[in-house]
């Protein structure tokens, strides 16, 4: 991965299991996402659904991945445009990415194409800003973005502020490997690996932002995709499948 500077945290501690309880939710799903108290997600044939209490609500529109969170509802298309939720329209927001999260406490971010990474800081007509290094998938939470590169290797972005997304541009790698990361609003950390494990990131905190170690969640089938908020794990399985679970 090119970067800056690297730091590499000597924190390798993998446990398991933390059991759930899941109930299936109607419905099919490739990707969603959970923040601010709200569900998106989007299927196979790229319409957007969001749940209003037990209900999917089809949304508008065309997305092949959708995020929500503090800096609203965001998502990218087939041709990776970006579109943001603006008063129920979608609203073309020029740049090229082929994955965003909303989870920032007020710029999205995410990643293109060719695997650059950027996040956008400021209103209206604010351009994107690169972030150097490369990321095939980026999610940011409160204090932190974490992200994996094209080998599953796993990142986090320390000193992202509602003035400064990018941080404090001194990537330090995570021991493990992870396919996807998502960061939820109030800055817990979930994974899903290659072969369809979920892990969460134990010892987060003020003094330790980049955790202690990973813990392996005991779920039934193999995952691909998960969002986390308001202590919901929102988990959508390799078959599409949805399941809501809680400890």
Not at 105 to 114: F, H, K, Q, R, T
Request: glycine residues 12%; charged residues 15%.
């Amino acid at each position: 991965m090119e970067r800056p500077a690297v730091l590499f945290v000597l924190l390798n501690l993998w446990t398991t299991s933390l059991a759930l309880e899941c109930k299936l939710v109607q419905g099919s799903l490739k990707q969603i996402d959970a923040g601010n108290g709200q569900v998106f997600g989007v299927n196979t044939n790229n319409d957007i659904f969001t749940l209003y209490g037990s209900i999917w609500t089809q949304v508008p529109g065309s997305l092949k991945h959708v995020s929500v969170g503090p800096a609203g509802v965001w998502g990218v298309n087939a041709n990776n445009y970006i579109l943001r939720l603006d008063e129920g329209d979608w609203v073309i927001v020029p740049g090229l990415l082929k994955q965003v999260d909303a989870g920032g406490l007020a710029s999205p971010a995410g990643v293109n194409m060719n695997d650059d990474v950027f996040c956008l800081l400021g209103g209206k007509g604010a351009s994107w800003t690169n972030i150097p290094g490369k990321l095939k998938y980026y999610s940011c939470g409160p204090t932190s973005c974490w992200g994996v590169n094209g080998a599953d290797n796993i990142f986090i972005m320390k000193g992202v502020t509602s003035t400064a997304c990018v941080g404090s541009l001194l990537w330090e790698q995570v021991p493990g490997y992870l396919s996807m990361i998502e960061v939820s609003t109030d800055g817990k950390v979930y994974g899903v690996n290659s072969n369809g494990d979920i892990f969460i990131r134990d010892g987060i905190a003020s003094a330790t932002p980049a955790g202690t170690g990973w813990r392996q969640i005991a779920y039934p089938q193999k995952a691909k995709h998960l969002s986390y908020d308001l202590g919901h794990l929102w988990v959508i399985a390799t078959d599409n499948t949805i399941n809501d679970c809680t400890e």
